[in-house]
């Protein structure tokens, strides 16, 4: 358990169209679109209400990614961990636009903009079958493992739970892994966002109402190796990758590391079941072109 991060809080993306946008991740995606600011669009799951994904308009790009503190002391002990880690951050945690928190922005050491926000606003809203959580993991392309490996362990305290020979796992809750990063190295592009459902079924309709609306399913169903977590990814509006995952393994600090030589499925295979096919060329493409832009620390 990571005693200073509970998991993923936002993804802030711009988005050239972001009416269609915006109407997507409503109307078809499930989720619960938030009172704010003209212009832009703020967006809950059925786990609090605070914004998991917010739509800006500009380049199509992923803007921010932001975790959920535990509580202002944590942040104020990340504050000081990132500045010795010599990494860029704010001057100091002040509050946030999205009106249910204190934090601050920093940058990975690829250059990524990171935020961290402490304070979820009103209590978890319950489970609501059909209405999507919340993220439940970035997964990240980048161009040096062990320096993201690094800052994953020593600056913000999450574990490494389990390593493939192209992806790591990092842990921080209950959730088998809140991020992964790709050990083959690319440019620091984003492979997807993965937003979780409540259940199997959730998730299998969810799959049925992607394809009536026109989005195939560009690799799944099928059953990941790490986390156990049952997937459908989809190019979404604007080429951004998403995942749409259920049945996330959930642990504790009892679990094993399994490394490289430990995970692999049978030739032919890329999951547990062996139902699906391979990724399609246009998922493969997505999931090493979305890029991060750099922007102003607030
Ligand atoms: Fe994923």
Known sequence: MNPLISGIRTAEIGATQLPMVARFYEEVWSL????????MAHFAGTAGDYPILTVVPGGTAMRRLTWNVRNEAALVELHGRIRAAGL?????????????GTGFDSRD????????IAGNGA?????VKDRMTKVTHFNLNCGNYEA??????????????DETKTNGFFNCDIDHHALVIGRVPMAPTLNHIAFEMPDLDSMMRMCGTMRE????IEWGVGRHGPGDNVF?????P???????????????????????????FPPGRSDQWGVTDAPSPRIKRIQKQFPFIELPLR
């Open 232 to 236: 459908a990814y989809f190019a979404g």
């Open 32 to 39: 619960r679109r938030l009172p704010g600011p003209e212009g």
């Open 88 to 100: 860029p951050v704010s001057a100091t945690p002040r509050a946030f636009d999205d009106g249910a």
């Open 123 to 127: 209590p978890p809203a319950p489970v």
């Open 148 to 161: 993201m490996r690094s800052y994953m362990q020593d600056v913000l305290g999450f574990r490494v739970v």
């Open 238 to 264: 604007e080429e951004m990758p998403i995942e749409c995952t259920a049945e996330v393994l959930q642990i504790d600090g009892n679990y094993a590391y399994r490394g490289p030589e430990e995970w692999g």
């Open 213 to 216: 609306n026109g989005y195939a």
């Open 109 to 116: 050491p690829e250059g990524r903009t990171v935020s961290f």
